[in-house]
Every structure is written in structure tokens, then in C-alpha cells.
């Protein structure tokens, strides 16, 4: 691709936000390369994903508050998935969550990955065992205080834990291709962690995937900023990228 020849290509990527409120190193550029493209959704075929709605990423209380606390409140994110959360339930549409578990035994692996230890250094997600609440309520793996309304109805896929960060090692897949589901709107925690990676292994499997950009959040260390490296890659790969309010715009039947 020569960079140069810029008319070849259509403007801004279809649902990719030009919201003023996306500003600084997360502004949406004025002159984008890729070319447009288009996810209609289904209905009947879409399903809303919401990957770690968890304490532990999402709250003060939360063992990575000092990593993901500050993208945690620019994104909005807990009220933003309390919308989608109700738009979705309102539109009738499949709603899975993937959720992140440690047990005891996940504790000796033989090697990590830098983000796989930190998580088991502070004890993230952890869980006495896969048969036993104990413990588990208030805990920084049980789910946000603001969620549990509509993860908890009974209607709601819960998914087995996924170890690292894609859905690889859960059902997710599979209950979602039970429900027929075609079209996948994703959410949650870590957007360039377990975000991109639900996201690139739904894509892979042939699923239509559109990232809701303000419902996402990641940590922002020295290191780098985990949700700007997150939404470059979302602009390359996803066959949307939405804000809250357009994500609800689409689950909203016209009239």
C-alpha cells in the first residue's frame, strides 16, 4: 500500500466515531488511508459480549486500580456498559459475559507472560475453586455491584473462565454458536489484552466484530498506554468501531 496515494481510498472508517469528546492521542485522524466499511447488524444473529466485568479492573476497590484506574474514568466505562447492558436486554439480543477466574493451581504455572505474573502477584481475579462461592462475593472476581442486575436474570450466558486473554480456553464460541449468533458487539476490560484478543480470535472464526470504543478501558503505565495501543489495532481490524451512544443507536429499531 503507498501511503501517498490517498484517493484511492474512501473517508473515515463506517462507525468509527469522530466524537469531539475523543480528543489528544485518541482523536480519530481527519485523514484516514483504510477504506470504509459497513456492519448492519442482525439482530437476531447479534450478540453483546462483555469481557471481565469485574471488580478487580473496573473499581477503586480493585487490586488494578493504580494501573487502570485512570482509563476507567476517562472512558466512562462502568456507566457506558450499564447502557449497553440495558440496550441490549431492551433489544432482546444475546448477551454473554467471559469472565477471568485464578485457581490455586493456576498460581504454579511453570512461566508467565509480565501481565500474567502482575495478576498473580496481587492475587487478580482470584477464586477459592470452580465448585465453591466461598469468598467470592465482594471479591475483586465477583462482578460489578452495577451489573449484576442484568448478568444475574437468569438469561444471561456466563461463560466459563478464560486463563489468559482470549476465549480460546472457555465456551464462549460455542454458546454463542448455539444462539446462531453471526455478529458480536464487544466491551470490557483489558481493551488491549482481553479485548483484542476476544476480539481477534471471534474475527478469525469467521464472526462479524465491532468494538464499543468509550466501553473499553486498559492500563497506562510507563510501559505505554494500553488503550491507545488497543484502539490503533481496533481501527485495523474491526468491522466497526462505535461509541456507547452509536452502539445504541443500532440495537434501537428505527420508529
Not at 132 to 155: H, N, V
Not at 157 to 170: E, F, M, R, S, V
Request: glycine share 8%; with cysteine; aromatic share 10%.
Amino acid at each position: 500500500m503507498r501511503l501517498t496515494r490517498r484517493a484511492r481510498f474512501d473517508p473515515p472508517l463506517q462507525g468509527t466515531s469522530m466524537d469531539p469528546t475523543f480528543t489528544g492521542p485518541y482523536a480519530d485522524t481527519a485523514t484516514p488511508v483504510l477504506p470504509r466499511t459497513e456492519m448492519t447488524l442482525d439482530l437476531a444473529r447479534t450478540a453483546l459480549v462483555v469481557i471481565d466485568p469485574q471488580i478487580d479492573v473496573m473499581s477503586p476497590k480493585g487490586l488494578a486500580w493504580p494501573a487502570v484506574g485512570e482509563s476507567v474514568t476517562e472512558t466512562n466505562i462502568v456507566a457506558n456498559l450499564v447502557t449497553l447492558f440495558r440496550a441490549a436486554k431492551a433489544a432482546g439480543i444475546t448477551v454473554a459475559v467471559s469472565p477471568h477466574y485464578y485457581y490455586c493451581w493456576d498460581h504454579h504455572w511453570r512461566w508467565q507472560s509480565p501481565l500474567e505474573k502482575f495478576q498473580h502477584d496481587v492475587g487478580a481475579f482470584d477464586r477459592k475453586g470452580p465448585y465453591t462461592l466461598d469468598g467470592f462475593r465482594a471479591s475483586g472476581a465477583d462482578f460489578m455491584e452495577e451489573f449484576k442486575p442484568y448478568i444475574e436474570d437468569g438469561k444471561t450466558i456466563i461463560c466459563a473462565p478464560h486463563k489468559l486473554y482470549g476465549p480460546q480456553t472457555n465456551d464462549l464460541k460455542l454458546q454463542l454458536g448455539k444462539q446462531g449468533i453471526r455478529q458480536v458487539i464487544v466491551a470490557g476490560m483489558l481493551a488491549n489484552m482481553c479485548v483484542e484478543s476476544h476480539m481477534r480470535d471471534l474475527l478469525e472464526a469467521g464472526y462479524e466484530v465491532a468494538v464499543v470504543r468509550d466501553a473499553v478501558a486498559a492500563p497506562k503505565l510507563p510501559d505505554g498506554d494500553g488503550y491507545l495501543a488497543a484502539l490503533i489495532n481496533y481501527r485495523f481490524m474491526a468491522n466497526g468501531l462505535w461509541t456507547t451512544q452509536e452502539t445504541v443507536a443500532r440495537l434501537t429499531p428505527a420508529g
